[in-house]
T-cell receptor, first 111, second 113 residues
Framework: QKEVEQNSGPLSVPEGAIASLNCTYS??????FFWYRQYSGKSPELIMS????GDKEDGRFTAQLNKASQYVSLLIRDSQPSDSATYLC???????????FGAGTTVTVRA | DGGITQSPKYLFRKEGQNVTLSCEQN?????MYWYRQDPGQGLRLIYY???????QKGDIAEGYSVSREKKESFPLTVTSAQKNPTAFYLC????????????FGPGTRLTVL
């Protein structure tokens, strides 16, 4: 069983719509959760961090965490063509600051 | 100008050669990491170091070696023992603070000819 799983893509959404990305993790003691955006040929860029249950909003991005269900999601509101990228979910489970990454979900925003 | 630098950006290696990838940071972060990314896949951890003069194997350490002689530097050597080294190599750092956020350098794309 993979430690971190993301919904398979690619995900295609029209401009202005909401893109919804999902991630589940297997280790119940996980404490820190991250979303990275990776443009083609570039390195990952941290866009959201979440540590407690509930929602966290930053601009057009909202991260949602449910530790009981071992589930973290990312919503992108008012999607723009510049949001077209691969989004990586990452989870930290221990005290050694290591992250486990999902395989990523590729999002394409259609103009 | 703070950040993480990796060099070279592109690297071509002949079979049987060892090559060393550079990673330097001026963020004063204690922890540093090397990942490998293959097309369409997530990141896999090769080695990591939480303090100077100490490092641990990640999930795919075979065929790789590292050193951590300075806080700012964490070079990765891809040896001839690595059977399939063509990949995108990413270095990352973590300040080990409460936020536990990890930041990435621009990466090195290694191709074996």
């Amino acid at each position: 069983q993979k430690e971190v799983e993301q919904n398979s893509g690619p995900l295609s959404v029209p401009e202005g719509a909401i893109a919804s990305l999902n991630c589940t993790y297997s280790d119940r003691v996980s404490q820190s959760f991250f979303w990275y955006r990776q443009y083609s040929g570039k390195s990952p860029e941290l866009i959201m961090s979440i540590y407690s249950n509930g929602d966290k909003e930053d601009g057009r991005f909202t991260a949602q965490l449910n530790k009981a269900s071992q589930y973290v999601s990312l919503l992108i509101r008012d999607s723009q063509p510049s949001d077209s990228a691969t989004y990586l979910c990452a989870v930290n489970s221990g005290n050694d600051y290591k992250l486990s990454f999902g395989a990523g979900t590729t999002v394409t925003v259609r103009a | 100008d703070g950040g993480i630098t990796q060099s070279p950006k592109y690297l071509f290696r002949k079979e049987g050669q060892n090559v060393t990838l550079s990673c330097e940071q001026n963020l004063n972060h204690d922890a540093m990491y090397w990942y490998r990314q293959d097309p369409g896949q997530g990141l896999r951890l090769i080695y990591y170091s939480q303090i100077v003069n100490d490092f641990q194997k990640g999930d795919i350490a075979e065929g790789y070696s590292v050193s951590r002689e300075k806080k700012e530097s964490f070079p990765l050597t891809v040896t001839s023992a690595q059977k399939n080294p063509t990949a995108f190599y990413l270095c990352a750092t973590n300040g080990r603070g409460p936020s536990n956020e990890q930041f990435f350098g621009p990466g090195t794309r290694l191709t074996v000819l």
